[in-house]
């Protein structure tokens, strides 16, 4: 608990006691893991960094100093405690620390001292020697969060110190390396400069520059070797940009190619090593870019031919250049070479190659050429283990043969173990930053040394084989090609399938999408034909209660989606109808009797006022009734006129009554329709639950036959209208009929009340329906009376 008591103190109010309690936590936490996790998971880093930030980030005071150097202790080294500090959501607090403003003059030594430990704490978490998962999900945390943004902003800043650019440019090449989408970001930085630059351009320009730092140089160096780091991507930019057709013709813009072009034929030994160096990490297990780089064509001088950037380095290698130079330009070429038949073709093919290697590496010189002479034996070693024997003069066998009698195996596998055992190489190979303490050490790079130890032993093995044995390592080469081939072939047909399968699931999210959509309509569609079902079975027990010919054909009605209340209630109208009309005829009956009896008491009338006339002798009297005589025959005409109109009214209604019983008439065909929409019914109900994929075909069955009983539908609707005209036409005409036989009412009324009062006797109804049998004996008596 000692230590959970002195973690007690960082939280104190005395700042006194809290900044003793951080420089004793320093000590404790030096080289000693155990007491690193304890503070650790003690909340040390919340603490720290609430204190930092109290501070004054890195404008604070030595005790932002004495708390970074407390967190790099617990850090360094420590995987347990750098995935707590990234799993705790402390990296996001780590970028308001580089938040510098525009104004960056005047920086003070203990602002130049925070920074520096920051971006040493930042460089911790993404160290080459921590764990591959951490250290990636650390560059992808940075990335999220905008630190590297942040870090991307200081490295293009101007005024900032030497010392802090160059550990900014450091931690950048740890942050990117490796990590495609840190890596992605930083190719698409540009300077503040008009026009703008590429970065990684104004930073190959630092590079190439003698006049720069050299710790700045080897810094642009590493971030440039960190940016190519298993990104293929940006390597084919890069190469790409040396490539004849994407050379910028009016040279208003300089690209990466040309300034590593540049660098690498400049008389600068130290920008020919850094050029040759970054176009290997270019280059660096890519070799379709290795094949590429065989079509680029230099122009040496005005008049002469452009040559290869392959003859160009051969022809700097034996003009006896520096020796960091010819180290640099032998890397570049080992690299090149190595694992490339085409490019090892391409540099055999030149005559004057081969003998300065063997030339380079039979001599004996000084320990400085030893270096040269080893990387010599190497590069010839690399041109005998990748030939593909296409030229003649210098197959295998015989380059063997050349080694024997030039420089003889054993020396030849001597000066191939210089490049091992130089100190330098031993230092280039502990880890991949360039640390140099002058330029004259800069010799090796770091992945240039795993390909000395990959191929140092295979070249000694190559060289003491006999031709039989070569013979079977050909054979087994192009086996392992043949199956690599093989492995190739199933590869791509993986991806392919890996797409189609892609695209498949994708098709099958729509299909099921569509399918789901098919299945709501099916259940609405069934939901339907159940109804209509039931409709049907209603109607069955309607039809199996009435077998009366219009009850089936009110069911038809029923069937096509007309209420059966409907139709029996124009039925019950046409029946009144017909009543009335029968109700009228009796009326018409009874008139005709009323005024027949009328006609027979005007003839008795008559033949009492002529007696009466005779009589009496008054003329004028017998004048006046004989006039009201004439009227009453001619209003007697006019109501017979009406009453034959009514009666073909009459007729008309019986015409009408005779269409619609054949209308009737048709429930029989509708009862055999009937069962044949059951059969259908049914039958569509099956298909639409066995088979779900003829969902669009019986959709279309359905809209066909609603569109059918829809026709249906809309005939019936139009014989209902034409009834209903109908019925409405003889309903006004027996309108018209009541008043006119209202009018004749009160007409005879008007007429008995006048024979009254003319003292003429008028019999009830039922006494002239008994005198009709006389009255053409009358009619013979008035017309001898007239």
Partial sequence: MGVSRLMDLLADSREVIRNDGVLLLQQLTKSNAAIQKIVAFENAFERLLDIITEEGNSDGGIVVEDCLLLLQNLLKNNNSNQNFFKEGSYIQRMKPWFEVGDDNCGWSAQKVTNLHLMLQLVRVLVSPTNPPGATSSCQKAMFHCGLLQQLCTILMATGVPADILTETINTVSEVIRGCQMNQDYFA?????????????????????????????????????????????????????????????????????????????????????????????????????????????????????????????????????????????LLMLLCTWL???????????????????????????????????????????????????????????????????????????????????????????????????????????????????????????????????????????????????????????????????????????????????????????????????????????????????????????????????????????????????????????????????????SQLEMGTEQSSQISKSGGLEHSNELQKELERLRSQIQLQSAEISKLQTENQKLQVLNATADPVLGHSSATAAQNSEWKGRLEQEIKELKSEVKALSEEKASLKEYLDSSSSTVAILQDEKSKLQQEVAESKKEQDDLLVLLADQDQKLSALKIKLKDLGVPVEDEDDIESGDQGDDDEDGDEEEQD
């Fill in 188 to 328: 698409s930085v540009n300077a503040p400069s008009n026009p703008p630059r590429p970065a990684i351009v104004v930073l190959l320009m630092s590079m190439v520059n003698e006049r720069q730092p050299f710790v700045l140089r080897c810094a642009v160096l590493y971030c440039f070797q960190c940016f190519l780091y298993k990104n293929q991507k940006g390597q084919g930019e890069i190469v790409s940009t040396l490539l004849p057709s994407t050379i910028d013709a009016t040279g208003n813009s300089v690209s990466a190619g040309q300034l590593l072009c540049g660098g690498l034929f400049s008389t600068d030994s130290l920008s020919n090593w850094c050029a040759a160096v970054a176009l290997a990490h270019a280059l660096q297990e890519n070799a379709t870019l290795k094949e590429q780089l065989l079509r680029v064509q230099l122009a040496t001088s005005i008049g002469n031919p452009p040559v290869s950037l392959l003859q160009q380095c051969t022809n700097i290698l034996s003009q006896g250049s520096k020796v960091q130079t010819r180290v640099g």
């Fill in 338 to 600: 190595s694992n490339c038949s085409i490019a090892v073709t391409h540099f055999l093919h030149n005559p004057a190659n081969i003998p300065f290697l063997t030339g380079q590496i039979a001599e004996n010189l000084g320990e400085e050429e030893q270096l040269v002479q080893g990387l010599c034996a190497l590069l010839l070693g690399i041109s005998i283990y990748y030939n593909d024997n296409s030229l003649e003069n210098y197959r295998k066998e015989k380059l063997k043969q050349l080694i024997e009698k030039r420089i003889g195996r054993e020396n030849f596998i001597e000066k191939l173990g210089f490049i091992s055992k130089h100190e330098l190489y031993s230092r280039a190979a502990q880890k991949p930053q360039p640390s140099f303490s002058s330029p004259d050490h800069m010799m090796f790079d770091h992945e240039f040394t795993k390909l000395v130890k990959e191929l140092e032993g295979v070249i000694s093995k190559a060289i003491y084989k006999s031709s039989e044995e070569d013979k079977k390592e050909e054979e087994v080469k192009k086996t392992l090609e043949q199956h690599d081939n093989i492995v190739t072939h199933y590869k791509k047909v993986i991806r392919e399938q890996d797409q189609e399968l892609e695209e498949l699931k994708q098709q099958i999210n729509i299909l099921k999408s569509q399918n789901e959509q098919l299945q709501a309509t099916v259940t609405q569609q069934v939901s339907q034909i159940q109804q209509h079902k039931d409709q049907y079975n209603l109607l069955k027990v309607q039809l199996g209660k009435d077998t009366q010919h219009h009850n089936s054909h009110g069911d038809t009605l029923q069937m096509n989606g007309i209420q059966t209340e409907e139709v029996n209630k124009l039925k019950e109208e046409l029946e009144e109808w017909k009543t009335k009309h029968e109700l009228l005829q009796g009326q018409l009956r009874e008139k005709d009797s009323v005024i027949e009896k009328l006609k027979s």
